[in-house]
């Protein structure tokens, strides 16, 4: 007997199906179904043969694999009795709910007394679906690994692609043949961390950007998690998404997955990344006003550190005002005793050799020139050296003797006494101060795994929230080291990395916009010289680079030329005219055949206009540009387009080409075929081109 379901979205069909009362598996996803479509059918057709030297049957690839039935492949639950014996449920369907657009099956082992509920939902709108995965226990039992429901892996993909990366270089992209094994990805840092962003690819054969089939998955939690991807010795292939292993430390009765998100695209990378985009935005961040644009920021980080001085930092967002800045960041060093990063963490109290006179001064200061005011926060942090440590050093996280990071402890998060704590002193902080935004930071890892401790800063987060939904918080952990969708249910911005280098910049921002719109991604205008990677960049780049997502300065603006703060305020002033279209715009990834040359068209929620980025990082290969083809355009519309930097073109490009002398107008197919041709140029060039319809 065949028990069939499937959900629809309009972009993918998502089709389960249950042999026996076995356990539900997916039998396909992928290509919009039709209607009519006999899944019954469907899961006969995609039973899998066997021959010799194996099992005498072929044991489903279900959603819950555990091997009590023959599985051979790694199991999605590892679990164990109270004292400590093996458990291997064998899961039989028992029940299904079916809605409009969500489904939930129940699986149970009656002999055991255990029960596993899988939650399936699609978005019709975004295109994306989520999958959660429920464990309940008839007792305390003590949980290894359980995986979000278990998704088939392509057979039409040869290689998939996961992300890797370092403080200052996150966002490394991964590719690996699928081959006969595993390839396992777990941070047991306590958070995505920079080396494991929890988001994987599998692109069919031939995918690129903007062509051709690719399957998504992004794992919404904020703690360690575990990504198994597996090609079993009979070709079949598996997916898995959890906590990290061995993180829930305390036997429990029941058990919960974070959501894990995925999507299908006929359309390249591209329409993974849409949907993902979309789905972040509209659906997952809650912004504390949503009609207000997103304001250009100042962050004094990086012109002062920990050296604070009221009439330094006054003149200095005078001059930030001047350039076009709208928030005012006071960033590590305003608290406690705080010179260096060596104490004071946990003292959330201004300090008053700095500012005698408390904040109020700077931030009247701030308000008077135009600018609204946010503040740095580290509330998951203890420093050995403050006055919260000596007074309760059991509320620090590990043991006594471990190995700082950064000169400081984590906070056990999930004591109750931690929570109310913290939220008393940040919710002095904000009650007294007129402050719109807190930069969240985390600048190091956990001593171990520990789903609690994640659980335990969401509770603190969704209470500030309640208590004052009018503060934008900013998710920063040394950079990019805790962005997902979990932590962005809770806040409305991520500082993808420490690194303002506008060239590493731009490599990051293009690999992100494959989850991350441009709405949530902050990039901001760093030094002449980068203080990360001691590179000399342009103004114009620098400025540019920003100007994709979303735009602020961090630099001592005391060291601008006349001619570059001008360069500033010109793209400043750009972003800003454009910024209400480009907060739901879709980021394109443009298949540039020029490797140096590093593209991407946004392209506004209407289709009625566009601006392309494209960024020469290296010298080319050859002597003229290649064309650069652009994408999703209506192919029967004419559209006006213009180069907006084309004062900057360099002596060398010598031809006289039409986008240097004025606008165009094309089809959109002859921009999607033919292309446009930009000017020659040096690397550390962005070239700006605008489009609209006619």
């Given amino acids: 007997m065949i028990e069939t379901w499937r959900l629809d979205d309009g972009q993918q069909t998502l089709a389960l199906a249950s ?25 006969a057709a995609a039973e899998t043969d066997f021959t010799g030297g194996a099992l005498d049957a072929v044991a489903g690839l279900s959603l819950c694999p555990t ?140 995918a690129t950007n903007t062509a051709g089939e690719a399957h998504a998955f992004h794992y919404g939690w904020s703690g360690g998690h575990r990504m198994v991807a597996e090609e079993l010795p009979d070709g079949r292939r598996q997916v898995q998404f959890g906590h ?30 849409t949907a993902f985009q979309r789905h972040l935005r509209d659906r997952i961040v809650t912004w504390s006003e949503p009609r207000r644009p997103r304001p250009v920021h100042y962050n004094c980080w990086e012109a002062v550190y920990f050296d604070h001085d009221h009439d330094t930092l006054k003149d200095i967002a005078t001059r930030a005002a001047a350039l076009g800045a709208e928030r005012f960041v006071l960033d590590d060093g305003w608290f406690g005793q705080r010179d260096d990063d060596t104490s004071s963490l946990g003292d959330w109290t201004v300090d008053a050799r700095k500012y005698p006179d408390g904040l109020t001064p700077l931030i009247d200061h701030v308000h008077g020139v135009g600018m609204t005011f946010g503040l740095w926060v580290e509330p998951e942090m203890v420093s050995p050296d403050s006055d ?51 930069k969240w930071d985390h600048n190091r890892v956990l001593p171990a795994p520990d789903a609690t401790q994640t659980r335990g800063t969401y509770a603190l987060l969704d209470r500030l929230r309640d208590a004052f939904p009018q503060v934008e918080i900013e998710s920063c952990a040394s950079g990019g080291g805790r962005i997902d969708f979990g932590i962005l249910g809770r806040t409305q911005r991520v500082w993808l990395s420490d690194s303002n280098d506008a060239q590493e910049r731009l490599r990051m921002q293009h ?32 400025a540019w680079v920003a100007a994709q997502r979303h735009m602020g300065f961090e630099m001592d603006p005391r060291e601008l030329t006349p001619d570059e703060a001008e360069v500033l305020r010109e793209v400043t002033t750009w972003w800003k005219e454009n910024r209400d279209w480009l907060f739901d715009a879709d980021i394109l990834r443009l298949d540039s055949t020029d490797p140096s040359v590093t593209a991407e068209q946004q392209l506004s929620r209407s289709g009625e206009r566009f601006v392309v980025f494209a960024g020469q990082t290296a010298p080319s ?74």
Wanted: proline fraction near 8%; aromatic fraction near 8%; charge should be neutral.
């Fill in 67 to 206: 091997g009590a039935e023959g599985f051979q492949g790694q199991p999605a639950l590892v679990l164990r009795d109270g004292d400590g014996t093996h458990v291997m449920p064998r899961l039989r369907f028992d029940s299904a709910a079916v809605a409009a657009e969500a489904l939930t099956l129940t699986c149970r082992d009656d002999a055991l007394g255990v029960t596993y509920i899988a939650r399936l939902a699609t978005d019709p709108a975004t295109h994306v679906i989520t999958l959660t995965a429920r464990l309940e226990c008839p007792r305390p039992m003590r949980l290894h690994w359980l995986s979000a429901p278990v998704l088939p892996g392509s057979q039409a993909a040869e290689e998939m692609i996961d992300f890797s990366g370092r403080w200052c270089g996150e966002f490394q992209p991964l590719r690996s043949p699928w081959a006969t094994g595993i390839r396992a990805r777990e941070s047991r840092a306590g958070r995505p961390d920079h080396a494991h962003f929890p988001g994987l690819l599998v692109p069919a054969r031939g």
């Fill in 388 to 438: 919260l440590f000596r007074a309760h050093p059991d509320w620090a996280l590990g043991a006594a003797d471990q190995v700082l990071g950064r000169n400081q402890m984590v906070l056990d998060m999930s004591k109750r006494e931690v929570r109310a704590h913290l939220f008393e002193r940040l919710s002095a902080l904000l009650a007294a101060h007129p402050v719109d935004y807190l």
């Fill in 621 to 694: 290969r050859q002597t003229a540009p290649r064309p650069l083809r652009l994408t999703r355009l209506s192919p029967e519309a004419r559209y006006r387009i213009h180069l907006r930097n084309r004062s900057v073109a360099s002596h060398l490009s010598r031809a006289a080409l039409a986008l240097k002398d004025g606008p165009l107008v094309l089809s959109g197919a002859a921009l999607m075929q033919s292309g446009i041709t930009l000017p020659w140029s040096f690397p550390e060039t962005m070239w700006v081109v605008e489009g609209e319809w006619l």
């Fill in 19 to 43: 042999r026996d009362r076995g356990c539900p598996e997916v039998i396909y996803w992928g290509a919009p179904l039709p209607e009519i479509e006999d899944l019954a059918a469907l899961a």
């Fill in 511 to 542: 690999e992100a916009a494959l989850f991350l719109p441009g709405a949530v991604t902050g990039s901001h205008v760093g030094p002449r010289r980068c203080h990360t990677s001691g590179r000399t960049l342009n103004m114009e780049f620098r």
């Fill in 244 to 273: 990290a292993s061995g993180s829930a430390l305390e036997p429990a009765e029941s058990f919960e997955t974070a959501p894990l998100f995925v999507t299908f695209s006929a359309n390249g990378l591209n329409g993974c990344a």
